[in-house]
């Protein structure tokens, strides 16, 4: 009787542990969108978009869509300012389509606080994927936040032809350790060429 019951409890513990790990092997694990903000002004004191950030606000409403490739379900912008709406620029470029998607934008973090960015997507367990509008000059910090090793810099605003890159998206799977792809937004009008120097860390 003593050697069925420890059996019995055996056999319990051992399905209850591979329940366990079934559903540890069945967690969602999002993959990460990083973006810049539309493109701004000349002027350091001027926080809009200027009507060329304007027009990739919308045209990121189709570019990450319901209807596109992506899946998104969670957007991140940095803590806007109340007393000028610093920082108010990458929240604004992504206004649009979370309006569309029927979402709210976390603006909890800091621009600086790149580990608070990192601790929110990893603690994130809603459906879909995340889209991170930031400052360029903050996002290698976020990729270092959330694992890499060797995180990579956005291009300098003077790139290719001397002109400003605001059309980059970085995807970045888990465990978030590398940037696979490395794609432009192709938005019409805004980034018409093809850029040969897009980075991927295999």
């Given amino acids: 009787m003593l050697l069925s019951s420890i059996w019995s409890l055996s056999l319990c513990l051992f399905s209850a542990a591979g329940a366990l790990a079934a559903k540890n092997d069945q967690v969602h694990h999002p993959t990460v969108y990083l973006i810049r903000h539309g493109e701004k002004p000349a002027d350091p004191g001027n926080h809009e978009l200027t009507l060329e950030g304007l027009k990739r606000a919308q045209c990121l409403r189709q570019v990450f ?37 029927g979402l709210d934008v976390d603006m909890h973090c800091g621009r600086k606080n790149t580990d608070c960015v990192a601790d929110a997507i990893r603690s994130y367990d809603g459906a879909g994927d995340i889209l991170v509008s930031w400052r360029h000059t903050n996002m290698g910090q976020i990729q270092a936040a959330l694992g890499s090793d060797e995180p990579v810099e956005y291009p300098d605003d003077r790139g290719i032809n001397e002109s400003c890159r605001y059309d980059l998206v970085w995807t970045i799977p888990y465990p978030y350790h590398r940037i696979t792809v490395t794609q432009s937004e192709k938005c019409p009008g805004l980034d018409a060429r093809d850029h040969p120097d897009l980075v991927v860390q295999y």
């Fill in 65 to 101: 869509g319901a209807k596109s490739e992506y899946n998104i379900g969670y957007i991140m912008a940095p803590k806007m300012k109340s007393s000028n709406g610093g920082h108010g620029r990458a929240f604004k470029t992504v206004q649009p389509l979370a309006a569309d998607l």
